[in-house]
Structure formats: C-alpha cells, structure tokens
C-alpha cells in the first residue's frame, strides 16, 4: 500500500452504489397491518377450536 492513495489500493470502492432509501414509516404500516391479519386469523383459527373442544393455540 505504499506510495498507493486508498482509492488505488482499493478500486471497488469508487464504483459502491448507494443502497436505496427505505421509508421506515411505509414498513412500520406494513408491518403492523401484517400483525392485525395475524391476530385476526388466530381469534378466527382458536374459535374454530373451541367450537370443536380443543384448546386455542
């Protein structure tokens, strides 16, 4: 590496794309409707097993 500047020691760095934004609060939406339909499906799945006498998850 001597007598070589950091951008010649390394020649992958000039050429790194940047990632893309993420907007946290569409995911955090997404996220907590994902976990509404899961809790909806689960009330809906241990009602079922009640109906049959079995026990809830």
């Known amino acids: ?5 950091f951008i010649e020691c390394c020649p992958h760095y000039p ?3 940047a990632e ?3 907007d946290l609060a569409a995911v955090h939406a997404q996220l ?3 976990d509404k339909r899961i809790a909806q499906a689960a009330e809906t799945h ?3 097993l009640r109906e049959l006498g079995l ?3």
Do not use: Q, V, W, Y
């Open 1 to 5: 590496m001597a007598g070589k500047s």
């Open 15 to 17: 050429s790194a794309e």
């Open 32 to 34: 907590t409707d994902i």
């Open 55 to 57: 026990p809830p998850l």
């Open 20 to 22: 893309p934004e993420i």
């Open 46 to 48: 241990n009602r079922h």
